[in-house]
């Protein structure tokens, strides 16, 4: 009832809904549309994995595994939102709300790195700095992608998110590299491979705001999905591999 006042509402008003129906919009507008669908399906999928999973693994890693479900269950709810107003809308794109859901759920991304290695009160240092850094790349984001395209403020804010992001990197590359390298060896390798999530597959929305630029605005958001889902369900299942791995390498010790 509420979708279908929804859709009077908007026709009154001039704006006429995307269709479910691939035919009745733009190639570009339905595949976008579908992924956004796509990706609400695929989060809730990972948040329910993640914290049926939360049992299976080492006490000491729990709270890994429920942080990796609360970045999954709270990226589904803005996915479910931001396919509404990009239905809703014929086709605006739902930015403020991408903003926000990677305001709660980068920052959540990042402390599994000090959760993961256990450093205890060592690693409350680290866990600011990664969470302000990560705070000030969104907000900063934020504000030049809602200045005007290519203006002085465009690319102040723009340049100051990336160096955030770089910042970001030197952190988890330079202060945790040893740890990280000291760890048991499952673990290691499973921290490395989330270390390329953040250093390639982060790289992605710096390159997609720059597509701005040039209008492409429904293939930006086609990459921002399929990113936001390699990203979020990804690094999840990389952590809960290593954590599988390391408690399988202690079982077999024990065996010897």
Not at 98 to 111: A, C, E, G, N, S
């Amino acid at each position: 009832m509420h979708a279908l006042l929804a859709q009077v509402l908007a026709v009154a008003e001039g704006v006429v809904p995307l269709s479910s129906d691939f035919t009745k919009n733009t190639p570009l507008q339905s595949i976008t549309l579908y992924l956004f669908f796509a990706g609400t399906v695929a989060m809730g999928a990972g948040a329910l994995y993640f914290f049926l999973m939360r049992d299976n693994v080492d006490p000491a890693y729990r709270s890994t595994m429920v942080v990796a479900g609360l970045v999954c269950g709270i990226a589904c709810f803005h996915y479910y939102k931001m396919t509404h107003v990009y239905q809703e809308s014929g086709g605006e794109f739902p930015t403020a709300l991408r903003y926000i859901d990677w305001l709660f759920t980068t920052p959540l991304l990042l402390v599994k790195f000090p959760l993961l290695l256990r450093m205890g009160d060592r690693g409350t240092k680290f866990f600011f700095q990664l969470v302000l850094l990560d705070i000030a790349m969104i907000v900063t984001a934020f504000i030049a992608e809602t200045s005007p395209v290519n203006s002085e403020r465009w690319w102040t804010f723009f340049l100051v998110s990336c160096v955030c992001e770089a910042l970001i990197v030197g952190v988890l590359y330079m202060s945790l590299g040893q740890a990280i390298a000291e760890a048991p060896a499952p673990l290691a390798k499973a921290l490395e491979t989330m270390r390329l999530f953040v250093l390639i597959g982060w790289a992605i929305y710096p390159i997609g705001f720059l597509m701005a630029r040039s209008g492409n605005g429904e293939l930006r958001e086609i990459v921002y999905n399929i990113a936001d889902v390699i990203n979020k369900v990804g690094f999840g299942l990389v952590a809960y591999h290593g954590i599988q791995a390391l408690g399988h390498s202690h079982e077999s010790r024990l065996r010897l």
